[in-house]
């Protein structure tokens, strides 16, 4: 069975730095890129990025490009979004997803709240 | 900021056909295939159609889509209550070298 686990919920406040990450299972990780998702609160889905895992090639969108790193560890199956210094408007649930067909497959989320 | 355009809300009685547009353009619908998710309250988007018309296995037979041009439509037939949802568009955007776009999503309502 095809999973994309990710880690749990997490509290920080604005400056600090945070790393989450997202395993896959069931499935060959290096074959299928992975995407990540961020949804904010109430409002709707926004791609920020994706990761070849065979490679590490990544590309984002220009409007997350240089505000986050997305990184994959393919010897443990695994992608990670992270941020060096985070504000509250990164306030969201974040998705990592293998979203096309045939058979989408999306990870839990992780919710991320930034507050002083 | 979505470069897919949806009617925030739609809705219908159980039994009826609910249709929700998504309009584009020339560099994302007009050149690549459009896939759809559905999200349920508190959960994460699951794939609904890909490839324009094409279900997952195990997506009922009630869910359709099509694409014409610049812009596509999704159909829910014999529309359920589990039907209550959010429902998005997307597609790639071949512009600035790759970027997959979301629709602005539509809420479904089952009356």
């Known amino acids: 069975e095809v999973q994309l686990v990710q880690s749990g919920a997490e509290v920080k406040k604005p400056g600090e730095s945070l790393r989450i990450s997202c395993k896959g299972s069931?499935?060959?990780?290096?074959?299928?890129?992975i995407s990540w998702v961020r949804q904010m609160p109430g409002k709707g889905l926004e791609w920020m990025g994706r990761?070849?895992?065979?490679?590490?090639?990544?590309n984002y969108s220009p409007s997350f490009q240089g505000h986050v790193t997305i990184s994959a560890d393919k010897s443990i199956s695994t992608a990670y979004l992270q941020w060096s210094s985070l504000k509250a408007s990164d306030t969201a649930m974040y998705y990592c997803?293998?979203?096309?067909?045939?058979?989408?497959?999306w990870g839990q989320g992780t919710l991320v709240t930034v507050s002083s | 900021q979505s470069v897919l355009t949806q009617p925030p809300s739609a809705s219908g009685t159980p039994g009826q056909r609910v249709t929700i547009s998504c309009s584009g353009s020339?560099?994302?619908?007009?050149?690549?295939?459009v896939n759809w998710y559905q999200q349920l309250p508190g959960t994460a988007p699951k794939l609904l159609i890909y490839?324009?018309?094409q279900r997952p296995s195990g997506v009922p037979d009630r869910f359709s889509g099509s694409k014409s041009g610049t812009s596509a439509s999704l159909a829910i037939s014999g529309l359920q209550s589990e039907d209550e949802a959010d429902y998005y568009c997307?597609?790639?955007?071949?512009?600035?070298?790759?970027?997959?776009?979301f629709g602005t999503g539509t809420k479904v309502t089952v009356l």
């Open positions: 490839s324009n018309n």
């Open positions: 990761i070849d895992p065979s490679d590490s090639y990544t």
């Open positions: 020339s560099s994302n619908i007009g050149s690549n295939t």
């Open positions: 997307a597609a790639w955007d071949d512009s600035l070298n790759g970027l997959y776009v």
């Open positions: 997803a293998r979203p096309e067909g045939p058979e989408g497959y």
């Open positions: 069931g499935y060959s990780f290096t074959s299928y890129w």
